[in-house]
């Protein structure tokens, strides 16, 4: 590999597990890079210098590449697959070391007695505690901090209806809420456009988001619309987090669909003033201008009330499916057409030839028409299609990751060129997020710099969650690290081949250990839970 650094075992007694040497030196706080060597041992940072002393039991000579703390993705859906395959191959070979699940409302914990299935890949614990041990159990490959969702919380104690919670099942959602902060997770997260996290009410939401604030953790949303209400959701976003005094995270920040796309002004004045007035106000954003989410949430909230069977008949019922089909249709207009919708994923062995396809030319080609094709397509899967939509301006983009306030998230999973995650035809960015920013656009679009990306993929990120010891390069940090060519790296995974590894990433450091050398992927696995 171009770019790769020489790994070279030593042959004379060690004092450290690992030293890397020459490399371009980043510690993440946003500090220009400086040529020092990386002392490493039992798992954490002994020393950084000029010329190390200390021989280590692998030595790393990183001449002429950077060395940056392990990239943290502040916004991930890594533990989707990471059960069925905790190598989180997609994930290392971007550099990344730490993912945050428990986005847009949904969390693996807590979850009704008895309802958690031990195999699924979709399990659900009964609370933190037990998640963590699962996950310290597993041994994956990456470390994993989660947020709470606000929508399992939801779900547990109200169901799937559009109703109120009562007295009672708020008091009892509030508790959940406590239980899972004090248990270790790094936040609460909604989802304000899913179900049934869409049906709760603001006051609902300042409550379950007031155990926060002592913490100072943060209120992470999927807001209730990115569009044609965008500014609107973003005010109430800004409500939630100054009523119950915390933090507040937007989720993959975007202005959607063309007609949109001159807010963002708007959007940027609506955070800068929520800051001057103190509510700690940032947001995150992941390297595309599409996005991924259900072929179900092109349809209006109000139709998917309920079960997955009660939104399905909806679609038919005399009573409904105009409705629903206009409300849809308009959708469609604001993204620009079926064709700008692509179907990542579905259920239905029977309609594996969609995924990949553009809906629009997929329906013509099954002599369908698309609104048609689309509800076939879910009847047959049951609800469960994934789709990404093409809807963003790049230009935008380029404001969004540059902003000082702004981080670096996936919004993705975890897959593999080989094995049980190779399936589908999922959105690029769960393989080629990070080193997709370092190279189009630090140093192709120049929208930022070399030492602005690492900081927004490292320390700032860390700093929002209370990562103490994680995202920065300083002795006693646990030993997180990626190094890489700025000069080559790359994503090389796109919309029409979505499993297709980056380029330019050396090596990468799990905790002490290495994970990634060469191109090469070690047997062991070193990632951990990170409850706060």
């Not at 594996?352 to 099954?366: F, I």
Request: hydrophobic content about 40%; overall charge neutral; glycine content about 10%.
């Amino acid at each position: 590999m171009l770019g790769a650094p020489a790994i070279l075992r030593s042959t004379s007694r060690a004092g450290a597990d690992i030293v890397v040497r020459n490399g371009l030196v980043f510690d993440g706080l946003g500090t220009p890079g400086r040529p020092l060597d990386v002392v490493i041992a039992k798992g954490r940072i002994v020393s950084l210098a000029r010329k190390a002393t200390e021989r280590g039991a692998v030595e790393i000579d990183a001449r002429g590449l950077a060395v940056a703390p392990g990239f943290i993705d502040i916004h991930s859906h890594g533990d989707g697959n990471l059960w069925e395959d905790p190598r989180a191959e997609s994930l290392i070979r971007q550099g990344i070391t730490t993912i945050v699940v428990g986005q847009d409302g949904s969390s693996r914990a807590p979850r009704a007695t008895g309802e958690g299935r031990e195999d699924d890949a979709r399990r659900q614990f009964a609370g933190f505690g037990e998640l963590w041990s699962a996950i310290d159990r597993l041994r994956p490959a990456v470390n994993v901090a989660s947020m709470v969702g606000l929508g399992t919380i939801r779900d547990v104690v109200v169901g799937g209806d559009d109703r109120p919670a009562t007295a009672q099942e708020l008091l009892r959602m509030e508790q959940l809420v406590r239980s899972a902060i004090a248990d270790g997770a790094c936040g609460a997260s909604s989802g304000l456009e899913y179900t049934p996290g869409a049906f709760a009410p603001r006051d609902e939401l300042i409550a379950l988001c007031r155990p926060l604030a002592a913490r100072k953790l943060p209120y992470a949303t999927h807001m209730r619309n990115e569009d044609d209400r965008l500014i609107e959701a973003i005010d109430e976003a800004i409500a939630v987090a100054r009523g119950a005094g915390c933090p507040l995270q937007i989720s993959h920040l975007k202005t959607q669909g063309p007609r949109n796309w001159g807010k963002l002004d708007s959007a940027f004045a609506r955070v800068a003033a929520a800051r001057a007035a103190g509510c700690d106000a940032a947001f995150d954003r992941y390297p595309y201008v599409a996005y991924q989410t259900g072929l179900t949430n092109l349809f209006p909230v109000w139709s998917r009330d309920g079960s997955t069977a009660a939104f399905l008949g909806r679609l038919t019922e005399p009573s409904t499916a105009d409705k629903i089909k206009q409300e849809t249709l308009a959708k469609i207009e604001l993204i620009g057409g079926w064709d700008n919708v692509m179907i990542a994923n579905v259920a239905d062995a029977s309609d594996r030839a969609a995924e990949g396809a553009r809906l629009g030319a997929y329906a013509k080609s099954q002599n369908m028409e698309p609104y048609a094709m689309a509800m076939a397509l879910l009847q047959r899967s049951r609800g469960n299609v994934g789709m990404v939509g093409f809807a963003m301006s790049e230009d935008n983009l380029d404001r969004i990751l540059a902003h000082p306030q702004g981080m670096v998230c996936s919004d993705g999973g975890a897959f593999a060129v080989d094995g049980p995650t190779r399936r589908g035809h999922p959105h690029p960015r769960g393989l080629g997020t990070f080193p997709r920013v370092l190279g189009r656009y630090v140093r192709e679009r120049k929208a930022l710099t070399l030492t602005q990306a690492i900081h927004k993929m490292t320390a700032q990120p860390a700093a929002r969650l209370h990562l103490s010891d994680r995202g920065r390069l300083a002795p006693g940090m646990a030993a997180d690290l990626v190094v890489f060519d700025s000069g080559t790296v790359a994503d090389r995974a796109t919309y029409e081949e979505p499993f297709q590894y980056p380029v330019g990433i050396g090596a990468v450091i799990v905790n002490g250990a290495i994970a990634l050398r060469d191109g090469e992927r070690a047997t062991s696995h070193s990632g951990k839970s990170l409850r706060l």
